[in-house]
């Protein structure tokens, strides 16, 4: 598909991941249409579109398009030189773990010694090979909690889905890659996240020998979701501001309207991660309602800043690039002075 920049923005693309945001919050509530309607162009959901469109989830080449999703893909498109800005990051913690099987004594990050890791495939291209780098990244933060490096185990290549897919009715996207592998005894050891992934290891008996969100620092915990950020196409942000600053408001309401309406997020969500109740509480903790604020902080740039040199270490941006460059304060900061505004106008 070829798209041309630099044309009239008609329509507000949205696109995210399967995973708990406030903008799929504010997206199911109706209020991302609401945005799109106030300001005159059309609405679209790259999930619900076809696959052609729904290929732009990745490489981020459609003006018109705000994505809230992992950050590999974001990075990767960038380093690609796709024409984007960051405008906002969020962390929620996605119970991030290395599994082993159940009769297994490894326990701990230091009995990772010698044994046989499995780490997906590379996929078709660097953005869609975000399972091998959120596996490399969640294994090298494990080893470094044991005082280990690579270099102590041996990797082994599992299948992955060559070209995911984020369409809604796609059965496969939440696909935990490495647990046929496991169960087999082809390996010893796979990393894990999120809720459908905690479904998994309880369904076929796995143990986890390292739970990474246990750990204190910040920095073991970085990696696809964690940070994750909201991106914009240029176009969009340099033609129509106004339905950036919208789309942020929005967000942050439904993060605000999240911390008191509990049960009918988890419900949300349970929708969003295709999961059970108790899969989505497992994963994101009992108060993760609590948490779905976006952020430009210092200390989460900082942080997407790790992951950045992470996967361009290991290959998976095509180039590096100043990350300072990449951020755009500005829509955040008028998206929260016009909150401000109308909760002072109703009081």
């Not at 809230?68 to 960038?78: D, H, S, T, Y």
């Not at 941006?317 to 100043?322: E, I, K, T, V, Y």
Request: net charge negative; glycine share 8%; aromatic share 6%.
């Amino acid at each position: 598909m070829t798209v041309t920049t630099g044309s009239a923005i008609d329509t507000l693309w949205y696109t995210r991941c399967p995973v708990p945001t406030a903008s799929g919050l504010a997206n199911n509530l109706g209020w991302l249409g609401r945005t799109a309607e106030t300001a005159g162009v059309q609405f679209g959901v790259l999930q619900d579109a076809g696959p052609e469109l729904a290929a732009r989830h990745f490489d981020h080449q459609l003006p018109g398009l705000i994505r809230e999703g992992g950050n590999v893909p974001a990075l990767a498109a960038r380093a690609e030189g796709s024409p984007t800005r960051l405008i906002g990051l969020t962390w929620i913690d996605e119970a991030q773990a290395i599994l082993v099987r159940g009769d297994s004594e490894v326990r701990d990050a230091t009995g990772l010694r010698g044994l046989r890791i499995g780490i997906p495939a590379w996929a078709a291209d660097r953005a869609r090979s975000f399972p091998r780098a959120m596996a490399l990244h969640g294994l090298a933060s494990a080893l470094r909690l044991g005082g280990l490096t690579f270099a102590d185990v041996r990797l082994v290549e599992v299948p992955t889905t060559p070209a995911p897919q984020v369409r809604t009715a796609n059965p496969d996207r939440n696909t935990t890659w490495g647990v046929e592998p496991l169960l087999a005894g082809d390996v010893d050891a796979i990393y894990v996240k999120g809720a459908r992934a905690q479904e998994v290891a309880r369904q076929h008996g796995l143990a986890v020998a390292v739970d990474l969100d246990s750990t204190d620092a910040l920095r073991d915990r970085v990696n696809n979701g964690t940070p994750r950020p909201v991106t914009v196409h240029e176009d969009l942000l340099q033609q129509r501001p106004d339905i950036v600053i919208g789309f942020l408001a929005e967000s942050l309401r439904a993060a605000d309207w999240a911390a008191a309406n509990v049960e009918q997020v988890r419900a949300v969500f349970q929708t969003e991660t295709q999961s059970g109740p108790e899969g989505v509480v497992a994963a994101y903790g009992e108060n993760f309602h609590t948490g779905l604020h976006l952020s430009l902080s210092d200390e989460r740039v900082d942080l997407l800043g790790v992951q950045k040199q992470f996967l361009y270490a290991h290959g998976f941006l095509a180039h590096d690039f100043d990350l300072a460059s990449w951020v755009a304060h500005e829509p955040l900061r008028q998206a929260r002075a016009q909150l401000h505004a109308e909760t002072a106008a109703a009081q």
